[in-house]
């Protein structure tokens, strides 16, 4: 077998789940032998690995990577479990990224408001340095990495009240008051505004003037001349570009009408911006000639000799590039009746990167600047997106939607990819949302969600240095940590589930795909069921007398989401035989877009909700359990939030939910999904719901905003978790008219009724989390407090303490809803759950700190 033979054949080994086949090519040349040992122990690791067996997928990568053979699989390793490139964290929270044309200084935003403030950072072999840290925000880098220029705004009471009440707006949700505030201190800030310049090598910073202009986007030239594009106070709609200078009054060098905006310096002494949105001109500053075209998405070659951008022609898209010399004309390079978008130059300008889109995803494509050798560099079935080039044969893209994007880097020959980013754990995503790539190509900044958190509003920088590689030792202790935390994980979980474990297994055989299906295409024939659409109304009859055939005697609520529209929640409820008064919630939304039908969203969840009422009509359960199907999700949560009003108002005890969204759509073999959780216990519960009970494979995020979830949130705080997608919205065909049922997976669609099912049965056969809970330091002890579980049965409570890191390092069993701690250390974490008889335990620890 040749040497690429034996390449091409370890990386067919590697899973789409994970990485890709492409992904692992970039270490084909330390690839064994496909017949080899580690080739065969790899491929077993590989497959163990896609099917979501870990623990013994993890086992076999830590020998193997004890092995003899071990740098012959070191990066398909690598590979599989996370990242292939040295990642450092810059900064816990950051945005907005730059980095000046000489690649030794870059440049990241963070707070909002008054809280605004510029970081300035030099990076030199993938090390960095804190340089400066200062109150403002719109920074622009020199070209030499000397200085730097930002917005600064002058604080005054005025202002500050300004913000105040907008800040009240927004917390009562008051959109009108909000909108008229934000405008008002939009105003002042304008009024207020003024230009800082940085020397990084003293720190020396001094101000300069702007007249009357309101400055909106600063940025060097080339030759390191500062500009603004900054419009007249008072003006609208017509801004210029000026440049500007301490001690002299700002010069324009701009003169047409329209607002400009995405400012970029050329190589060589050019300007180039946008004219609205279907305009762009090029500006030579030396001899002041101006050309406009006709077109959007502009970009430049690093070295200037040319730009790119998207046009129409003749009634179709087309890629065009223009020469930067004298008169040279736009050339036509790609013509379609397919979208284009974001055109990229490779550095040299010799060829260009663009997306189009073939049906309903976006690929990326690569042709020499003449148009001709056109090759597809990707053909994920997510979008790919936002090609930029990082040398002359190698492009920066990225995968998914908005809230989970992925970036890889691509041989521009070849289309081998290779992942760029991970958080080198087993199951937690991380959300990626900018990327900016060194001028060099060595290194890529990104924002990130690194920890699966996409809830708190900070979002951490990290450096990626493709010029450096993990080392052994770092994957193997990577390797470890995994099977250590899926080992814990599924101890806690059969440990929890097993006092129910029987009756579950039992009631998950009931699931039937047959009829998963038909209230699939039941649903999927009403066509739009959006809140104004007659799909709407039919949908409600068809959950109404469905679950009146499980003999459930269902409540609608109606209300009136929007002045003419009316529809209904349908609630069916499995009365508990032990504790009715606590209530635990399914729900998924049942309507869809106004122009889809909503195949995936949400009629695959609708239906996993509807077969799981069915299996669970005849096993009642301690706790009370309501299925919830809403109403309104797409125009903006009514139904959800109707429904918890209700509940508030009939002082109804809801102790725990789970809702799912989206979860019929896969993008491979594997059955997956992803837990969306506000509450860690219940994401391992779901999690150990899933491999002890089907062959759903689950990931998870902390995720509830702008779903149903956050109905529930809002009032009962953390008691959320869930299923939705994997990738997160993924499904290019997410609110499209090609939602169709065609593209669903009715067999992932019943594993997640599955795991629902397993869930909320544990649940809502267990004591729920407890309340009420104090911690008062005495000393080296702590008397500990919390009032008594609700449930009938409990028996005792578990009570432990340790450092945040080891929360439940040591712990006592009490009776009493009460404790007395001896030889806590500072810093501690108090936990409490409930015992009852049986062995169930509360699905959530009750958790407070003490200093």
Same mark, same amino acid.
């Given at each position: 077998m040749s040497k690429g033979m034996c390449i091409v054949a370890l990386l067919l080994l590697l899973p789409a789940g994970s990485a890709s086949t492409q992904e692992a090519r970039s270490s084909a040349n330390r690839a064994p032998r496909a017949e080899s040992g580690a080739a065969v122990s790899f491929d077993s690791a590989r497959i163990a690995w896609e099917s979501g067996d870990y623990p013994e997928s993890l086992a076999r990568l830590e020998s193997l990577l004890q092995s003899p053979d071990t740098d012959e699989v070191l990066e398909p390793i690598a590979l599989l479990t996370g990242e292939l490139y040295r990642v450092t964290e810059v900064a816990s929270d950051g945005n907005t990224l730059r980095w000046s044309r000489d690649g030794r200084v870059a440049a990241y935003g963070s707070g909002t408001g008054a809280g605004r403030r510029v970081h300035l950072i030099a990076v030199a072999n993938g090390a960095v340095r804190k340089i400066a840290d200062v109150p403002g925000f719109g920074v622009a880098l020199a070209p030499a990495g000397g200085e730097a220029a930002y917005l600064s705004v002058q604080e005054f009471p005025a202002l500050r009240a300004a913000r105040a009440e907008q800040d009240r707006a927004l917390a009562a949700q008051d959109i009108a008051a909000f909108r008229r505030q934000r405008s008002e201190v939009l105003r002042l800030e304008s009024e207020l505004v003024r230009i800082r310049v940085r020397d990084l090598r003293s720190g020396a910073e001094r101000s300069v003037a702007i007249s009357a202009l309101v400055p909106q986007t600063l940025l060097y030239g080339s030759d390191g001349s500062l500009y603004i594009v900054a419009t007249s106070r008072g003006s609208q709609g017509i801004s210029q570009i000026y440049r500007v200078a301490a001690g002299s009054p700002p010069v324009p060098v701009t003169d047409a009408a329209g607002l400009k905006t995405n400012p970029v310096a050329i190589a060589g002494g050019s300007l180039m911006y946008a004219i609205g949105t279907t305009?762009?001109?090029?500006?030579?500053?030396?001899?002041g000639e101006s050309r406009q075209f006709e077109g959007s998405s502009p970009s430049v070659s690093l070295d200037g000799s040319a730009v790119t951008f998207v046009g129409k022609e003749a009634g179709a898209n087309t890629i065009s590039i223009v020469r930067l010399g004298a008169g040279a004309q736009p050339v036509v390079v790609k013509r379609s009746d $397919?979208? !284009?978008? &974001?055109?990229?130059?490779?550095?040299?300008?010799r060829r260009v990167a663009y997306q189009m889109m073939l049906r309903e995803d976006w690929e990326v494509y690569v042709a020499d600047s003449d148009g001709k050798e056109e090759i597809r560099l990707t053909r994920e079935i997510q979008?790919?997106?936002?090609? $930029?080039? !990082?040398? &002359?044969?190698?492009?920066?893209?990225?995968?998914?939607?908005s809230r989970h994007r992925r970036s890889h880097v691509y041989d521009a020959g070849t289309g081998e990819r290779t992942r760029l980013f991970h958080n080198n754990t087993v199951r937690t995503v991380a959300p990626e949302y900018e990327w900016a790539p060194s001028p060099d190509g060595t290194s890529v900044l990104i924002v990130s969600e690194r920890d699966g958190d996409t809830v708190s509003p900070e979002r951490a920088v990290y450096l990626v240095n493709l010029a450096q590689k993990v080392t052994k030792a770092e994957v193997l202790e990577r390797v470890r940590a995994g099977g250590r935390n899926e080992a814990a994980l599924r101890m806690r979980g059969e440990a929890m589930f097993k006092p129910v474990a029987e009756a579950v297994r039992v009631a998950v055989a009931d699931v039937s795909v047959t009829r998963i299906y038909g209230y699939e295409a039941a649903l999927f024939g009403f066509g739009s069921k959006y809140i104004t659409k007659p799909g709407n109304a039919m949908a409600i009859e068809y959950i109404l007398n469905t679950l009146r055939s499980f003999g459930y005697e269902p409540e609608l609520q109606w209300f009136e989401p929007e002045a003419g529209a009316r529809s209904a929640n349908v609630i069916a409820t499995l009365r508990g035989s032990v504790n009715p008064e606590l209530v635990y919630v399914i729900s998924s939304h049942f309507d869809s877009v106004e122009d889809g039908p909503g195949a995936d969203d949400n009629s695959s969840g609708t239906s996993a909700l509807l077969e799981a009422a069915r299996v669970l009509a005849k096993r009642p359960m301690p706790a009370t359990v309501q299925f919830a199907f809403f109403t309104g999700e797409e125009a903006g949560l009514y139904g959800s939030r109707e429904y918890v009003r209700r509940a508030v108002a009939n002082k109804t005890r809801i102790v725990g939910a789970l809702n799912n969204d989206m979860v019929g759509w896969a993008n491979d073999q594997r059955l997956d999904n992803t837990i969306r959780y506000s509450n860690a216990g219940i994401r391992d519960l779901q999690h150990a719901a899933a491999f002890?009970?089907?062959?759903?494979?689950?990931?998870?995020?902390?995720?509830y905003k702008n779903t149903d979830a956050h109905a529930y949130y809002e009032v009962y705080g953390d008691i959320v978790g869930g299923i939705g997608s994997y990738p997160i919205l993924g499904n290019p065909h997410y609110h499209q008219t090609h939602d169709v049922l065609e593209t669903i997976n009715h067999r992932l669609v019943a594993e997640v009724s599955k795991t629902t099912m397993a869930s909320i049965m544990l649940m809502a056969s267990s004591p729920s989390r407890i309340t009420g809970l104090s911690a008062k330091r005495r000393g080296s002890a702590v008397e500990v407090a919390w009032t008594a579980a609700a449930e009938s049965g409990v028996k005792s409570y578990v009570v432990a303490h340790g450092p945040p890191d080891d929360p439940t390092r040591t712990s006592i069993t009490v009776t009493e809803p009460r404790a007395n701690l001896a030889s806590v250390g500072p810093d501690a974490v108090i936990s409490v759950k409930a015992m009852k008889h049986g062995g169930l335990e509360s699905w959530d620890w009750a958790r407070t700190e003490v200093k």
């Open positions: 305009r762009f001109a090029i500006r030579n500053i030396a001899n $397919r979208p !284009l978008a &974001n055109p990229s130059l490779s550095p040299d300008g979008h790919d997106l936002f090609p $930029r080039w !990082l040398s &002359n044969d190698r492009i920066l893209a990225v995968v998914g939607e002890l009970f089907t062959n759903l494979i689950t990931y998870d995020a902390k995720y």
